[in-house]
């Protein structure tokens, strides 16, 4: 764990340490604004941004991370959530928008951060809202970005799959043309004579050609 990525010598210290004040933060990127909310109570800043606490009305689902080159996804849960958070997810287009789960550390008994590191990077991919009399409840499946491996990309090495990505790009244009070229890098005559000069010793060559 200590050698993992993105673990700073802040939180590889309190890893060590005997008691730990762990908690869980998630930053969901939407249009209009972002979603900034963590595992305890009252304001908590992560990189100059405010995150709000939501306490237990937080869960997030067991993340798994292993040496396999393999995406593993996310569920995360909000209960009892403000209307902004429903609007959001009633008129937002949340599809694919980046979802960030954090881990981090706080000093003891204040809300002043130790450390974090990103736990999880990836995207939205769907979302659920259950009403009950307690209010909503948001449910957001998230994939990691590895799962794009195991997707066609649909792109080929053609003029159109290039000026779709990079329009006015003609590096392509000529692909097609190259299918039926028939190109000629050598070719010898059937007859080649070769003579000896007795004076010189040099032999020349004629017939034949490129």
Known sequence: MATRQGLDTSIVNRLGADEQALFFAVKAEFDT???????????????????TGAGTLLNISNSEDNLELK???LVIGLSGMDT?????????????????????????????????????????????INDTPDGSTVTIDAENRLVDLDRPSNFRYTKESQNYLHSGDTGFNRVASMQDKQINWGKTSDSVTTSEDSDSGEINISGGGR
């Open 33 to 51: 604004d972002d979603i900034l909310v963590w595992s305890g109570t009252d304001d908590l800043i992560i990189n100059s941004e405010t995150y």
């Open 84 to 128: 902004t958070v429903v609007n959001y997810a009633l008129t937002e287009n949340y599809q694919n928008r980046p979802i960030t789960v954090f881990l981090g550390y706080v000093m003891g008994g204040t809300n002043e951060v130790a450390g974090t590191l990103t736990l999880f990077k990836g995207r939205m991919t769907s979302l659920i």
């Open 71 to 73: 995406s593993n996804g």
